[in-house]
């Protein structure tokens, strides 16, 4: 099973950016999804996570609002828009898999069967 990650750059506060993660020798039915994020010197925080199968996205406080979780079961992909971007949302970010749908564990990092490869997010000021 393979995660690639992709879409990251640098961009202007107040500026957007779409990042994507095309899961690989997986079926992707029933699963639950995510993106996640971990700036210099910080720790791995959850961005937005959802199951496949049905259900909306769970988004973190600091990005509901201006983040949006997709996925398109027919290219095994999930997506992250990402809009008004502040700063602070610099970091690298990745995507992540569990296998069995346990949102909720992997919303807090405790049941991760596969991560990408992480692509960075670089937002000036």
């Known amino acids: 099973v393979q995660l690639q990650a992709s879409g990251g750059g640098l961009v202007q506060a107040g500026g957007s950016l779409r990042l994507s993660c095309t899961v690989s020798g997986f079926t992707f039915d029933t699963c639950a999804i995510g993106w996640f994020r971990q700036a210099p010197g910080g720790q791995r925080e959850g961005v937005s996570v959802m199951s496949s199968g049905a259900g909306n996205p769970v988004y973190g406080d600091s990005v509901k609002d201006r983040f949006t979780m997709s996925v398109d079961k027919g290219k095994n992909t999930v997506y992250l828009q990402m809009e008004s971007l502040k700063p602070e949302d610099t970091a690298v970010y990745y995507c992540?898999?569990?296998?069995?749908?346990?949102?909720?564990?992997?919303?807090?990092?405790?049941?991760?069967?596969?991560w990408g490869q992480g692509t960075q997010v670089t937002v000036s000021s």
């Open positions: 992540a898999l569990n296998t069995k749908g346990w949102l909720l564990a992997l919303w807090r990092l405790q049941s991760v069967n596969y």
